[in-house]
């Protein structure tokens, strides 16, 4: 079948009937974090380091991280039996998607993920230290004001009985007691007031701090540590930037804290401890498994989780081999290492009642509670975050005369509903396809006009000169900087691509919010969540608290009537007469990548007039034999051949940089020289440090779909090769398709996997507290006094 989607109309076929029927082998799941790009370009830094085998020695652990795991590490079942594994490692797909839990994710060389301890610090910070920097100051705040609050909010007044001891352990663990034996019995979990103490005073902007670099001294004694245990000396200085300036004390007294290294698994560390420490490190060692909980849990992280439910931590635990998982969890508890969290489900039990036999039933009766583990940061982040857009939320405005006037000049229905919504109120949500990403602009537009000061950030560059990216606002790159109390300067704050928001992120950038301005959360709900920890547009959409504008602007032609229909689990026939959509089936990877070539520099420029540079080619994972780096090398030797003279680029490569996590930033290579590899992005020149460039850029004419979240091109080919099909789901179809504008190809090797993808296999579950904390803030603050 020829690819010239103009030559062929007759022959083209759409992606799927609706008469498909679902492939039974396509009901394996992927891991859900086998797409996404939580720590560099490539997928290194947190999978299964390569060639490691089951019972691996420590000398295993300078493997390569992101090629494929080693059988040892048992799989985790997901919660409530859904299938993922939010803590455990998994097994390779086979999807091409690098294999390992993470294999989309990584922002680390290939090798181990730390930058070498030998490495000369730069004098200058980068992009993304310095958004690193901003993120720190932000959570030391947070955590000031937190500390700074005049007295504990009374909660639980009214429990009795077994309820008031659940709660009353609770708080007592929290405080740093001995656990209670009855610690993870079902206890109620008081409500929470919103804040109401004003806010802490703020440094003016975020300060730069310079990433600390062990000395030699440090590293050396490191080393003989590494040494003595068989394990590769290379992870001297990133276990000592790790660790500080004790790391060889802390590895000698507990070597399994050698899981503080991305690119080390627990069957390494456990051959590491076995060195140093003999017949004296067995699986049940209290050192091995609090540090085993922590490792878990920031796996979890990884894969989008805030925080675990407690059984699903204590069987990830058990198949590590840990003898008394409940005892280890507990034990972590009370050594502070993790927190632990009570979530009511279901509807508040009644109060006490004037009848005594009510009140005795009353008494009796405990709350359904679920019992949640996580580390601090994430739970700080995710507090901080709920106490924030409680805050907005709460915040009233009288609609004037004037909102009104622009509310009814507004280009659409939807736009003049989100214009009356935001008149009155502090926070706002708004959901919607591409085409409804009008809606907030026009909003913008009319804010500004009325005389406020607006900022419209977005989660990828480009857009118009008056959009700031998200990490440009934080950082203080973009934007409209800070007052004198280190807030945003700014009357309303629209935030698009909200879905890509993680707890970290969304906290730091609510914080900056002042009293008295409004929050707009805007985003396409049915696309990939964020590269980070948590769910956070998702959860402000389940809480309800604040006001929800769902766009009535349909996204328009074939595209947007494919898009809209995978959107609700539907593969639909659609009638594309311009050629709009295009179906290439092939049979092996081998032909997915020449069909996909051929698509890029023939079929799509000669039939639309649409450059080469402007066509994006979109696949599920970054290894395999059509993943992004066959793709990537196939294209180059096409479009832009050279020896790769710069570190494998040549000037005119289209690159991807990821400067921080979850940040895939389009560039093009111009030039190098001995201060780095010197690319242009969005009009401006960078510079990429040398000892950067492995980690942070790789090519980009083809990218994965969470790369590609945020940006769109004026024509897209999907590959999607046999080996692919367990690593779709229906948000990754929806965003992938929806990236293209004017036309879309898909270079189709899944069978029936596709429409059984669509229809059957949802967005992975991430397990967050988010939902649960604004909610109950809500219900503190409608309760009477």
Not at 211 to 231: I, K, Q, Y
Not at 496 to 506: I, K, S
Not at 675 to 697: N, W
Request: hydrophobic fraction near 45%; charged fraction near 20%.
């Amino acid at each position: 079948m020829s690819t010239d989607p103009q030559a062929d109309t007759a022959a083209a076929e759409n992606p799927a009937t609706p008469e498909a029927e679902p492939s039974a082998a396509a009901e394996a799941e992927a891991d859900p974090a086998a797409d996404t790009d939580r720590t560099g370009p490539d997928g290194s830094g947190t999978a299964e380091p390569a060639g490691a085998e089951d019972g691996a020695g420590p000398a295993a652990v300078h493997g390569e991280a992101g090629e494929g795991g080693p059988g040892a590490e048992p799989p985790v079942s997901g919660r409530g039996g859904e299938g993922e594994s939010p803590a455990g490692p998994e097994t390779e797909t086979g999807s091409g998607a690098d294999g390992g839990a993470d294999a989309d994710t990584g922002a680390g060389p290939e090798g181990t993920a730390e930058p070498a301890a030998e490495a000369p610090a730069t004098p200058a910070l980068s992009e993304a230290q310095a958004e690193l920097a901003a993120q720190r100051i932000e959570r030391e705040r947070i955590a000031r004001r937190k500390a700074e609050r005049e007295a504990p909010v009374a909660a639980g007044a009214k429990l009795s009985g077994k309820a008031a001891d659940l709660l009353a352990a609770v708080r007592a663990v929290e405080g740093g007691a001995k656990p209670s034996s009855v610690y993870f019995d079902d206890a109620p979990a008081a409500p929470r007031k919103a804040p109401v103490a004003p806010p802490a005073p703020r440094p003016a902007a975020p300060a730069a701090v310079a990433a600390s670099v062990p000395s030699a001294d440090t590293v050396e004694g490191v080393r003989a540590v590494l040494a003595r245990g068989g394990a590769p000396e290379a992870l001297a200085g990133p276990a000592a930037a790790a660790l500080g300036e004790d790391a060889a004390g802390q590895l000698t007294e507990n070597p399994w804290r050698l899981l503080s290294l991305p690119a080390v698994r627990p069957t390494q560390a456990d051959g590491f401890a076995r060195a140093l420490l003999g017949a004296e490190a067995g699986p049940g060692d209290e050192r091995r498994t609090t540090v085993l909980v922590g490792w878990l849990l920031a796996q979890a992280g990884l894969k989008g989780h805030t925080a675990l439910e407690a059984p699903v931590l204590e069987k990830a635990l058990a198949q590590y081999g840990v003898p008394d998982p409940a005892e280890a969890l507990e034990l972590a508890i009370a050594e502070g290492s993790v927190l632990v969290f009570h979530e009511p489900l279901g509807p508040p039990v009644a109060g006490p009642s004037e009848n005594a036999a009510d009140a005795e039933d009353a008494e009796d009766a405990e709350q359904p509670v679920r019992v949640l583990v996580g580390l601090e940061g994430a739970a700080m982040a995710e507090e901080s975050l709920a106490d924030g857009l409680a805050r907005l939320a709460a915040g009233t405005f009288d609609a004037s005369e004037d909102w009104e006037r622009a509310a009814g000049s507004a280009p659409s229905p939807s736009a003049s509903e989100l214009i009356r919504a935001v008149a009155g109120h502090g926070l706002v949500t708004h959901t919607g396809g591409e085409a409804a990403r009008a809606e907030p602009v026009a909003l913008a537009a009319a804010a500004r006009e009325l005389g406020l000061r607006v900022c419209l950030a977005a989660h990828a560059p480009g857009g118009g000169p008056d959009r700031v990216t998200v990490a440009g606002l934080l950082s203080g790159a973009e934007g409209p900087g800070r007052d004198t109390d280190g807030q945003f300067s700014l009357d309303l704050l629209v935030v698009l691509d909200a879905p890509q928001l993680d707890v970290e992120t969304a906290a730091a950038l609510v914080e900056s919010v002042p009293d008295g301005a409004r929050l707009v959360l805007s985003g396409d709900p049915g696309v990939l969540g964020s590269a980070g920890a948590g769910r956070v547009f998702a959860d402000v959409l389940a809480a309800r608290t604040c006001p929800q504008l769902v766009s009535r602007t349909p996204d328009p032609g074939p595209l947007g009537e494919l898009v809209s229909g995978v959107g609700i689990g539907e593969l639909n026939q659609v009638d594309a007469p311009g050629k709009e959509v295009v179906i290439v089936p092939v049979k092996d990877a081998g032909e997915a990548v020449h069909r996909a070539v051929q698509l890029v520099a023939e079929s799509v420029p000669r039939a639309f007039g649409i450059p080469a540079d402007s066509v994006q080619v979109i696949t599920p994972g970054h290894g395999g034999s059509a993943g992004t780096r066959a793709l990537n090398a196939a294209l180059k030797e096409r479009l832009n051949p050279g020896p790769g003279r710069f570190g494998g680029f040549d000037p005119g490569d289209r690159v991807v940089h990821v400067p921080s996590a979850g940040r895939a930033l389009p560039a093009r290579v111009v030039s190098a020289d001995a201060e780095g590899l010197h690319l242009e992005r969005a009009g401006a020149r960078i510079v990429v440090a040398k000892e950067l460039v492995e980690s942070q850029v790789r090519h980009g004419w083809a990218v994965t779909a969470h790369q590609a979240v945020g940006t769109r091109w004026p024509a897209v080919v999907v590959v999607l090769p046999g080996d692919a099909a367990q690593a779709l789901s229906r948000d990754w179809v929806y965003t992938a398709f929806g990236r293209g504008e004017r036309h879309l190809s898909v270079v189709h090797g899944v069978d029936q996997a596709l429409p059984h993808a669509v229809a059957e296999v949802p967005a992975k579950p991430r397990t967050t507290r988010l939902t649960g904390l604004l909610t109950a803030l809500a219900t503190a603050g409608a309760q009477p006094g």
